[in-house]
T-cell receptor, first 112, second 112 residues
Framework: QKEVEQDPGPLSVPEGAIVSLNCTYS??????FMWYRQYSRKGPELLMY????GNKEDGRFTAQVDKSSKYISLFIRDSQPSDSATYLC????????????FGKGITLSVRP | DAGITQSPRHKVTETGTPVTLRCHQT?????MYWYRQDPGHGLRLIHY???????DKGEVSDGYSVSRSKTEDFLLTLESATSSQTSVYFC???????????FGSGTQLSVL
């Protein structure tokens, strides 16, 4: 079992839809949870950053962490064509030299 | 891209030749990383550095070496390029505190 599993997609939705992206993980020591967005031919950019459990909201984006289920989600409300990108989840344990473990990413297309 | 410059942006080379990719940062961060990104595999860590002359291997380090003689520069060398090393290579930096990675724009490498 891979440490981090992400739905492979791709995912296509109409403009204005609510999008739910998910990752599951197996390492209960993960404490830091992130979502990155990557546009075509660009580097990943940090979208959401959460420590431990709970929700975090930033505009149309909400990140949720459920450590009891080892499950994280990213919700996008009122999706826009500009949200079309690949979304990667990432997580890490504590420790100065600990490294991020990434999901493989899911490509989202928002149709006008 | 968060004060990170990767060079070159594109490179085509022949099998068996050495290749060096450069990552330059202006943020004075201690941690620097090299990833490769391939379809179906996502982001995979090649090598990372936690200070000048302090480096360690990632999950796909075979055939790669790194050097960090200055805080701002992290070099990735393919000692004898193979076609399996055709990929997009990303450099990332991380502040001392927290786990947020900031990525460069990437280098598209083709080994013919």
């Amino acid at each position: 079992q891979k440490e981090v599993e992400q739905d492979p997609g791709p995912l296509s939705v109409p403009e204005g839809a609510i999008v739910s992206l998910n990752c599951t993980y197996s390492n209960s020591a993960f404490q830091y949870f992130m979502w990155y967005r990557q546009y075509s031919r660009k580097g990943p950019e940090l979208l959401m950053y959460t420590y431990s459990s709970g929700n975090k909201e930033d505009g149309r984006f909400t990140a949720q962490v459920d450590k009891s289920s080892k499950y994280i989600s990213l919700f996008i409300r009122d999706s826009q064509p500009s949200d079309s990108a690949t979304y990667l989840c990432a997580m890490s344990i504590t420790g100065a030299n600990s490294k991020l473990t990434f999901g493989k990413g899911i490509t989202l297309s928002v149709r006008p | 891209d968060a004060g990170i410059t990767q060079s070159p942006r594109h490179k085509v080379t022949e099998t068996g030749t050495p290749v060096t990719l450069r990552c330059h940062q202006t943020e004075n961060h201690r941690y620097m990383y090299w990833y490769r990104q391939d379809p179906g595999h996502g982001l995979r860590l090649i090598h990372y550095s936690y200070g000048v002359k302090d480096t360690d291997k990632g999950e796909v380090s075979d055939g790669y070496s790194v050097s960090r003689s200055k805080t701002e520069d992290f070099l990735l060398t393919l000692e004898s390029a193979t076609s399996s090393q055709t990929s997009v290579y990303f450099c990332a930096i991380r502040p001392d505190r927290g786990k947020k990675l900031f990525f460069g724009s990437g280098t598209q490498l083709s080994v013919l």
